[in-house]
């Protein structure tokens, strides 16, 4: 395994941190760099494999304890199984049938081997890609610079397949530098017709062709390859056989199986073993699927194609597509071409890219000479370095350049540098040419110096230098007649502002003396208005209060001589009793309330206090310690002084503790009496008795009213006393002020220090919670990506559990059993729609649904997760207002409720009271015919017959009445339970019970008296009702005077004892303002209650209305039904059809369809509809209309219409967005209907939190079956995605433009002609204007951005977003390309970029846009363009450059530095010296590593709740959306 590891002057340690380096500073994260060393540490354990063959030699198989497996999986984690199987098997899928085959260990070495180099290309790829990433400007480079390291020709001893590329390669190579240097050269001295000489060189096109062209060498090789059972010896004999006749090709004499190629250097022997199998290289695509579904994101992300489909939203659990049957037999998958393009065909494309590149840029050569063969130092051969300069065309190329012209400038730019050389006649000419052939003979004397082409001026060496001078020469005047004049006018703008400033300071001293001398007499009028009107409502209040008072005696005492005695009596008993014991409770309840608060205070204010004196007596003790000395006697007096108040207080607390005693003793005195009072009432009812009690009860008061009096006595001694230790105290305090001056002012700097800790403490958490929500929905919308993962390697799985169910019969060996087993008991298999709903049925049919549930519950527990963290705050904030919202909307409802039954039973109470009347009729009717037939026919037969016919139809009156009363019965108990009356139900019962016995005596009645007990029995059922209304009537009054009684006494006393305690506290004067204020708040909250009353009186008075109304309907149809049933029916018939159509026109806002019509409503609505179909009707019309859809669903309790009708409009909005994914227009447009439809969903969910900017309309329109929480979260899943996509669109359309439009083109005009010295473009120009973007087109893509999501009504919140997003793209890739390009980090570059940012941002205000955040992306870069601009020389530079670039890091603030070139001579490079001060003052911040911005980086996107003021009763569905067979309900 290796022998010495170490090797002197290579220190392994340093080399890998420099490595780490280098990748922080291309962007590349710390989890993605132990990737990538994981990755590398797994291909060396599979190097490492030791494949065991078996005795057939057919098979072989890999040990389960091989060591270097388990690190192999386990580093990339993937399935150790599966690995193990699928790198001894590989699998043959014909048209009808699947074959699994074992490999014999040769070929199981070459997989292995072939897998390796595949995973590192494949590592070596994604770090080029991230590097160039990182590098990345635009689309549409102008320039860029490449740089190729490669071999020589290689001549070993064995020279195989490796050996040939390179050799081919040099081939190419050669043939590239020969018509650079020599055609190239020489044809653009032809082109410019220019006298030159042509020479000959060597030209090796014959020796390529003999490898690249068709029946070459590779062609042949790939033939071999191709061919089942080819040999490298059957290869070798078809080139013998193809090209013996080249000149570059020749047979070894003593060998069949090598051949010769004649390269251009010298001859080389190939020999043909190992071409074929290295030409292959193939990587079975098991093996490729297994590391796709490695656990690791990066693993997987190397092997994903580029047309992976983006990932689907995850169904919630119980939201599984509907099951559809569908072919067993998998799909056949298009092979990898990747996979099966042989090594000599990718490495002979690689090369024409390569000759491609070199042939459209400019190269330049590095030869490196060996100075001898033997590597010895300080030794020279010439013979052999001439050789080796000879051979790489070196010496053609010195005798060109010796003869030429180095220097070339187009005329275009020879004219734009050297045109302040000119003279202003000169550049008035049209003809560019003459004018520079003119000014070159006039500065240059010699004529051999140069020479004209047709588009390019050539000058021999030093003479653009000498050109240089003279324009630096003519740039330094004009800077000096610049300055002259700009310091003269800075003088007099000075001189100027000083005197203006003067001016109006003068102008505003007097104005300001004359609005003081109003002011103070406006002020003194006022105050005589407020005095007058003060003192006009105190008497006012005064009068109201005395006529109030008087309104309310008297009507209490005219409604007391109305009431009867005994009730009166009663009635203030019950009142007595009940303010007893709640002014007790209420007293207890508020006194333990006081004590509690007022003990928690004292204990948080003596603690505050504390720590406060602790603090001061600390800060004393440091600073103050020789005024100890002069205060021991003054503390010794405070002490004693505090003594005093403790005595006097523990006196006031004792006086309180006997008042508190006297006070209870009193009240059980009452309460004794008031026993006393009721059982000598119940023993005797006389008046007298009352009279004293009554007299009893006044002297009781008297004493309590004594009590008061000595209370307050003691309270004011009390407030005397305290009074004069206060006075004392002052006086104390007085002496001691001068002395805790000095101590304050050092405890107040100590405090300020303190509170602005507390304050910045309270920011940094301000902004951590803020940090940690933004880091949840980040990893919230990482999820979806994470997702993706799962489906491939679910994909993976699936395949295998087909193979297993296709081809029982090649299942022979016990170990391929039980890894395909093994390998069918995946976890991880989730039932979501992977783009359609066919992928996920077949999922669940495959593996189960018991373990397509465990994805979907893991799933769903991250998203309740998120949705949790976000209404943490929001529920702790509205529990309590929806509990107490929930308490009084339960109360209305209860009384609503209890007044719509009451009205609905007094109606059916007045229907049965109508049938009894006409049985009555019948009745008397009956006895007139009896008494006719009686008279007519006197026989005793007849009347017995009349007699029995009598009790017949009285039993069946009878047989009707009980059930009437029955009924009538129900009535009055629901009436009884409502009132809570419970002795008026047991007289009920007793009456009932009474007058329902009698029909048992049906055999013995006679005819009269069942006539007068039928009589009685409708009088008694009169009798009843009257006496259920009376006592209703009563029972409702007394509950209601009662509970006004209770609530009045409540709150007068709750306000008296607040009033009492705050105006023990206040001074007298204050006392009387506090009296008026708390009259004039009792006013207000009487008015409030009136008004309050007053709407839930109109509001019940408006549902009876209502209900009356219906009912009053009902009988009148009713009646007319029953009068004109046999005579009328056609005229009914019409009647009930004009009814009919009259409803119909009242639409509800639901919408009917069949379901066999949902796939026609989801095509019409969103498959094939197109935005501007919908473009002049209201903004996200199908989202309403799916909504009402939604709605009727629910209203007919349908919950699998509801799911169907989800789940295909979710369905049916990918596979939109997947036709349409470059389109900005379509993508916008669904993401505005899928916000909608959420916001539909919330607003009418029935949450009170989404209703509270409902009408009453919109409210009818809400959900009342179903809760669709689990669907919002859904399709705030998809709307995320819909984000993504469109930032991706944008994207694209706007990152070519960004780079040409801030850093390239000329929105300022005059700037384009100041460029760095030294970096022009030598062979050719570019005009201006080709191929460029100017700032007015990144603008005008905005635009239509914007009016695009306007006009499709996106919420503006979420325009915001994009906006923010768009403009931290073109922060970051406009920041990377300057620090990145050294041509572009120059003063003319910081005014143009400026700018340019001028124009961004008065765009964003333009389109009211200054909130989104998206000015605050940008700082960065107006630092940077800022940094530019300013001076680069002292430290006082620095400092300023220090505070001012605070969104920059320090690494790119020293990249600026170092690439900053200056426009000409007057400006100088930055010193290294003011750099490392720079560095030394940015020392203390904690800045990334990283150089580069990460222009890919997404904010993480929020969808505020916006509710719509449509109703959707308003909502016209036009007809050019074909939805005739949607229903208007």
């Keep these: 395994m290796g022998g010495d590891t170490t090797i002197d002057g290579v220190d392994d340690a340093d080399d890998f941190e420099k490595t780490r380096h280098a990748f922080t500073l291309l962007g590349v994260k710390e989890s993605h760099q132990m990737s990538i060393f994981k990755i590398i540490a797994s291909i060396l354990h599979l190097g490492n494999l030791e494949i065991q063959a078996e005795r057939d030699g057919e098979s072989c198989s890999i040990s389960k304890q091989d060591e270097h497996l388990n690190n192999f999986c386990r580093l990339l984690g993937v399935e150790h199984s599966q690995m193990e199987h699928w790198l001894c098997h590989r699998k043959l899928v014909t048209t009808a049938e699947t074959y699994i085959k074992p490999m014999s260990a040769q070929q199981v070495m070459n997989a292995r081997n072939a897998l390796a180099k595949h995973i590192y290309a494949q590592l070596f790829n994604w770090i080029v890609e991230h590097i160039n990433k990182a590098l990345h400007t635009t689309l549409k480079q102008h320039s860029f610079i490449g740089v190729l390291d490669i071999y020589g020709f290689e001549t070993f001893e064995v020279n195989s397949f490796e050996q040939f590329c390179i050799n081919y390669a040099n081939e190419k190579l050669q043939q590239q530098f020969n018509s650079h240097v020599f055609k190239l050269e020489q044809e653009e001295y032809m082109k410019e017709q220019i006298p030159w000489t042509l020479i000959d060189f060597y030209d090796n096109q014959p020796c390529i062709d003999l490898i690249e062209a068709k029946l070459g060498i590779l062609d042949l090789l790939d033939e071999e390859c191709k061919v089942p059972k080819g040999t490298d010896q059957n290869w070798a004999q078809k080139l013998y056989d193809r090209h013996s006749s080249s000149q570059h090709f020749q047979k070894p004499r003593m060998s069949n199986t090598s051949f010769i190629v004649v390269h251009f250097a010298d001859k080389v022997e190939y020999q043909s073993d190992g071409f074929l199998e290295k030409n292959r290289d193939t990587v079975y695509e098991e093996q490729i699927n297994i590391l796709k579904a ?40 298009a092979a990898n071409k990747e996979h099966k393009k042989t090594v000599g065909h990718q490495f002979r494309n690689s090369l024409h890219l390569l000759m491609e590149t070199l042939n459209a840029t400019t190269p330049h050569y590095v030869r490196c000479i060996k100075p001898n063969d033997e590597k010895l130092p300080f030794k020279f051969d010439p013979k052999r370095a ?105 003088q007099r703008v000075k001189y100027r502002r000083m005197r203006n400033a003067a001016i109006t300071i003068q102008r505003y001293t007097r104005g300001h003396l004359a609005r003081r001398l109003v002011d103070y007499l406006r002020k003194t009028r006022a105050a005589i208005i407020f005095q007058k009107q003060y003192r006009m409502l105190r008497i006012l209040h005064a009068f109201q209060k005395i006529r109030n008072a008087t309104i309310t005696i008297q009507a209490f005492t005219r409604g007391m001589f109305v009431r009867k005695i005994y009730h009166k009596i009663l009635l203030e008993h019950k009142a007595a009793i009940i303010q007893k014991h709640a002014r007790a409770w209420l007293a ?48 010794n007096k405070v002490v004693q002084l505090q003594r005093k108040i403790d005595d006097q207080n523990k006196e006031y607390r004792h006086l309180n503790e006997q008042l508190s005693a006297l006070t209870s003793a009193y009240s059980t005195d009452v309460e004794k009496l008031k026993k006393e009072l009721e059982q000598y009432r119940q023993n005797r009812g006389d008046s007298n008795q009352l009279v004293n009690l009554k007299k009893e009860i006044e002297s009781l008061r008297l004493e309590l009213e004594k009590s008061h009096s000595e209370r307050k006595i003691i309270e004011d001694t009390y407030d005397k006393e305290k009074d004069l230790l206060r006075k004392r105290v002052s006086d104390l305090e007085e002496e001691n002020a001068l002395l805790k001056q000095e101590k304050e002012e050092l405890n107040n700097r100590i405090l300020c220090q303190s509170e602005d800790e507390f304050a910045q403490n309270t920011v940094k958490e301000n902004l951590l919670t803020k940090k940690e929500l933004e880091e949840e929905r980040s990893r919230y919308q990482n999820l979806v990506k994470e997702y993706s993962r799962l489906e491939q390697r679910y994909d993976n799985l699936r395949d295998e559990m087909t193979i297993i169910k296709q081809t029982p019969g090649h299942r022979r060996n016990p170990s391929n059993q039980s890894s395909l087993e093994s390998d069918s008991n995946c976890p991880s298999v989730s039932t979501s729609e992977i783009g359609d709903t066919e992928d996920a049925i077949q999922q669940v049919e495959d593996v189960g649904l018991d373990k397509a549930a465990m994805d979907m519950t893991l799933f769903l527990k991250l998203q309740k997760r998120v949705r949790e963290l976000e209404q943490e705050r929001k529920k702790l904030q509205t529990q309590l207002e929806k509990k107490k919202s929930q308490v009084i909307e339960t109360k209305n409802e209860m009384d609503s409720d209890r007044d719509t039954d009451l009205a609905y039973n007094s109606l059916k109470r007045q229907e049965l009271e109508s049938e009894n009347k006409k049985l009555k009729n019948e009745l008397n009717e009956l006895r007139k015919t009896i008494v006719d037939r009686v008279t007519q026919n006197n026989s005793s037969s007849d009347v017995q017959d009349s007699y029995t016919l009598l009790l017949n139809q009285l039993k069946s009156a009878n047989e009707e009445l009980e059930v009437r009363k029955e009924e009538v019965l129900i009535l009055r108990a629901q009436i009884i339970k409502a009132a809570q009356q419970k002795d008026t139900g047991k007289n009920m019962d007793s009456n009932i019970n009474t007058y329902t016995s009698w029909p048992n005596s049906d055999k013995h009645v006679d005819a009269e008296d069942a006539i007068e007990a039928y009589h009685g029995v409708c009088q008694t059922n009169r009798l009843l009702e009257a006496q259920l209304q009376d006592q209703k009537r009563e029972h409702e009054e007394e509950v209601e005077t009662l509970k006004t009684q209770m609530e009045t006494l409540r709150e007068e006393m709750e306000k008296q004892q607040q009033a009492f305690f705050q105006t023990l506290q206040l001074p007298p004067e204050a006392q009387v303002e506090f009296g008026i204020q708390q009259e004039i708040a009792r006013l207000t909250n009487e008015n409030l209650d009136l008004k309050e009353l007053l709407e839930k009186l109109e509001k019940n008075e408006k549902k009876l209305k209502k209900q009356l109304k219906i009912y009053m309907k009902k009988v009148q149809d009713f009646e007319a039904t029953q009068a004109t049933a046999q005579t009328e029916r056609r005229r009914h018939e019409l009647t009930r059809q004009v009814t009919v159509q009259r409803k119909e026109k009242d639409f509800q806002g639901m919408l009917e369809y069949y379901k066999e019509d949902e796939p026609l409503l989801i095509r019409n609505l969103i498959t094939d509809l197109k935005p501007q179909t919908v473009s002049a009707t209201v903004p996200c019309l199908p989202a309403y209309i799916l909504y009402m859809c939604i709605r009727h669903a629910d209203y007919i309790n349908d919950d699998q219409k509801v799911h169907s009708l989800l789940t295909s409009t979710i369905n049916g909005i990918k596979k939109v967005l997947k036709k349409h994914n470059d389109d900005f227009q379509m993508t916008s447009f669904w993401l505005a209907n899928t916000c909608r439809l959420l916001h539909c969903l919330k607003q009418y969910s029935g949450d009170t939190g989404f209703m509270t900017q ?71 120009s570019m005009v201006d204007g080709d191929n460029s973007y100017s700032l007015d087109a990144v603008i005008r893509q905005l635009n239509t951005f914007h009016s695009i999501m306007c006009d499709q009504g996106l919420d503006p919140e979420i325009i915001q977003q994009v906006f923010k997003q768009l403009f931290y793209m073109i922060n970051a890739v406009t920041l990377n390309n ?152």
Excluded at 424 to 432: G, Q
Excluded at 592 to 608: D, G, P, S, T, W
Excluded at 1281 to 1287: A, C, G, K, N, V
Excluded at 1384 to 1411: A, D, F, H
């Design 1378 to 1529: 300057l620090l990145l390009r050294k041509d572009v980090c120059s003063w003319s570059t910081g005014m143009q970029l400026r700018y340019n940012i001028s124009q961004l941002e008065e765009w964003l205000r333009g389109k009211n846009l200054q909130q989104s955040g998206a000015a605050e992306t940008v700082e960065p870069l107006i630092q940077a363009a800022q940094l530019l601009q300013l001076k680069k020389k002292t430290s006082e530079d620095a400092e300023a450059i220090c505070s001012l670039c605070t969104s920059l890091s320090t690494q790119q603030i020293v990249k600026i530095l170092n690439l900053y070139t200056p426009v000409n001579e007057f400006e100088e490079r930055v010193t290294v010296a003011f750099i490392r001060n720079i560095q030394a003052n940015l020392q203390e911040r904690n800045d990334p590593p990283q150089l580069l911005l990460d222009y890919k980086y997404m904010f993480p996107v929020l969808f505020p709740f916006s509710p719509s003021s449509i109703t959707m009763d308003s909502i016209h569905i036009p007809a050019s959306l074909n939805l005739e067979f949607l229903n208007e309900v």
């Design 1254 to 1324: 409902n009408t009453a309309k919109q409210n009818e329109h809400c959900l009342k079956n179903f809760d669709l929480t689990e669907y919002r979260q859904v399709l705030s899943d998809l709307s995320i995605q819909i984000y993504q996509q469109l930032f991706k669109i944008a994207e694209g359309m706007l990152q070519p433009m960004i780079v040409s439009a801030m850093l390239e083109s000329e929105s300022i005009q005059g700037l384009s002609g100041v460029k760095s010295m030294g970096y022009r473009n030598r062979s050719s």
């Design 588 to 635: 207890r309840k508020r006194f333990l309330h006081f004590k509690c608060a007022a003990v928690v205070i004292q204990c948080y204010f003596r603690r505050m206090k504390a720590r406060k004196e602790l603090k001061k007596l600390k800060i004393e003790a440091r600073s103050a310690q020789h005024l100890k000395k002069l205060n021991i006697g003054m503390e």
């Design 294 to 333: 490695s656990k690791y994101q990066m693993v997987a992300d190397l092997f994903q194609d580029e047309k992976d489909s983006v990932p689907a939203t995850p169904t919630i659990k119980g939201a599984a597509p509907k099951i559809s049957v569908r072919s067993a037999r998998p799909a056949m998958k």
């Design 386 to 490: 001439v050789q080796q300069l000879r051979a790489c065309g070196v010496l053609e190329t010195i005798r060109i350049s010796a003869a030429g012209y180095p220097s070339r400038w187009s005329y275009h730019d020879f004219f734009n540098r050297y045109r302040v050389l000119m003279k202003k006649r000169e550049i008035s000419k049209n003809d560019k040419k003459l004018i520079c052939k003119t000014l070159l003979e006039n500065l240059i004397k010699d004529p051999d110096k140069f020479q004209f082409g047709r588009t390019k001026i050539f000058f021999r060496a030093g003479q653009v230098a000498y050109l240089e001078k003279l324009r630096a020469d003519k740039f330094r005047a004009a800077t000096i007649m610049i300055q002259k004049t700009v310091r003269g006018w800075l």
